[in-house]
């Protein structure tokens, strides 16, 4: 299931979020830095929990992809070769690229597990989701 931005979705499970958290202004990151008070610095300890059904839009979505290795490109190359061209090859070049094709695709399924969508949902309350994975959401 891909989501799209502008997209009604609804949280697919309960999530607790806890840790340090800051001032949406706060340009300060660094927890070393602070000068003594909570209240000056902005930091603190944070704890909330959202139910799963809570409804709101996609703001964003990011595609975090790695660099595609020599293998990958290969297994691409040949696949697409092969359900362009296979069915005009002869049995014996056909059966010699489905060989190729599947002595590749662990390479071609080990790059397409590593890639992650995130996505920016506001929900409905005002609250915002940053750099959530895509299936934790389904469309509402």
Same mark, same amino acid.
């Given at each position: 299931?891909?989501?799209?931005?502008?997209?009604?979705?609804?949280?697919?499970?309960?999530?607790?979020?806890?840790?340090? @958290?800051?001032?949406?202004?706060?340009?300060?990151?660094?927890?070393?830095?602070?000068?003594?008070?909570?209240?000056?610095?902005?930091?603190?300890?944070?704890?909330?929990?959202?139910?799963?059904?809570?409804?709101?839009?996609?703001?964003?979505?990011?595609?975090?992809?790695?660099?595609?290795?020599?293998?990958?490109?290969?297994?691409?190359?040949?696949?697409?070769?092969?359900?362009?061209?296979?069915?005009?090859?002869?049995?014996?070049?056909?059966?010699?690229?489905?060989?190729?094709?599947?002595?590749?695709?662990?390479?071609?399924?080990?790059?397409?597990?590593?890639?992650?969508?995130? @996505?920016? @949902?506001?929900?409905?309350?005002?609250?915002?989701?940053?750099?959530?994975?895509?299936?934790?959401?389904?469309?509402?």
């Amino acid at each position: 299931m891909t989501l799209t931005e502008g997209q009604r979705v609804k949280l697919a499970e309960d999530l607790r979020l806890s840790g340090q @958290v800051s001032r949406a202004d706060d340009s300060s990151t660094d927890p070393a830095s602070d000068t003594g008070t909570d209240r000056d610095t902005g930091w603190g300890a944070g704890f909330l929990a959202l139910g799963a059904g809570i409804s709101g839009t996609v703001e964003r979505m990011n595609e975090h992809r790695r660099e595609k290795g020599q293998e990958v490109r290969e297994y691409e190359r040949l696949k697409s070769l092969l359900d362009d061209f296979g069915h005009q090859m002869p049995p014996g070049s056909r059966k010699q690229l489905d060989e190729q094709v599947a002595s590749l695709k662990p390479a071609w399924e080990s790059y397409q597990e590593q890639q992650r969508v995130t @996505v920016r @949902v506001r929900f409905d309350n005002g609250f915002v989701l940053d750099e959530a994975p895509a299936d934790l959401f389904t469309p509402a």
